[in-house]
């Protein structure tokens, strides 16, 4: 078992939905728990974390979290063409020490 | 404000060969992780790197290997290139040590250094 699995995709959703993606994760330990946001050839750019169970809200995005479930999810809503990315799911082990990316779900927004 | 620079941005090597990347942090960090990135494996994590002290490491054979500089450049070094090691190499910069340049928004990735081993 990974030790954080996401869906790869291609994800599509119609431009002005609500897109969410998910995450789970097999370390009960974890603490802190990430997305980043890559386009294609570029570098990754941190957009969210959280580590309290319950939503957390940033502009359009919403990051969910369970812990007693083990997963974690972004939503993100009014999406637009340019939120077409890989969207990776990290999450800290439970000594804190690193974080261990998922490979990611490639996100498309369709006009 | 200058972001993360890496160099060399692309290197072909040879099997049995070795490879220094470098990275330089934004200016006042003082943290610097590597990665590694290949389509099979996704983005794992190398080792970081704070005070010119390696902090954490990642599960990578010894042949990868790092140190920081007092100016907080960091290099990594490959030894015995294998084909396995093509990668993207990429370094994040952040203001504080281990998770917590992430989670006060401070970590920044450069672009990359692309590793091709024939």
């Known amino acids: 078992q990974k030790e954080v699995e996401q869906n790869s995709g291609p994800l599509s959703v119609p431009e002005g939905a609500i897109a969410s993606l998910n995450c789970t994760y097999s370390d009960r330990g974890s603490q802190s728990f990430f997305w980043y946001r890559q386009y294609s050839g570029k570098s990754p750019e941190l957009i969210m974390f959280i580590y309290s169970n319950g939503d957390k809200e940033d502009g359009r995005f919403t990051a969910q979290l369970n812990k007693a479930s083990q997963y974690v999810s972004l939503l993100i809503r009014d999406s637009q063409p340019s939120d077409s990315a890989t969207y990776l799911c990290a999450v800290s082990n439970s000594s804190a020490s690193k974080i261990i990316f998922g490979s990611g779900t490639r996100l498309s927004i369709r006009p | 404000k200058a972001g993360v620079t890496q160099t060399p941005r692309y290197l072909i090597k040879t099997r049995g060969q070795q490879v220094t990347l470098s990275c330089s942090p934004i200016?006042?960090?003082?943290?610097v992780s590597w990665y590694q990135q290949t389509p099979g494996q996704g983005l794992q994590f190398l080792f970081e790197?704070?005070?010119?002290?390696?902090?954490n490491k990642g599960n990578f054979p010894g042949r990868f290997s790092g140190r920081q500089f007092s100016n907080s450049r960091s290099e990594m070094n490959v030894s015995t290139l294998e084909l396995g090691d093509s990668a993207l190499y990429l370094c994040?910069?952040?203001?504080?040590?281990?998770?917590?340049?992430?989670?006060?928004?401070?970590?920044?990735f450069g672009p990359g250094t692309r590793l091709l081993v024939l």
């Open positions: 994040a910069s952040s203001l504080t040590p281990g998770l917590a340049g992430a989670t006060q928004g401070t970590q920044y």
């Open positions: 790197y704070f005070s010119e002290t390696q902090r």
């Open positions: 200016s006042g960090h003082r943290s």
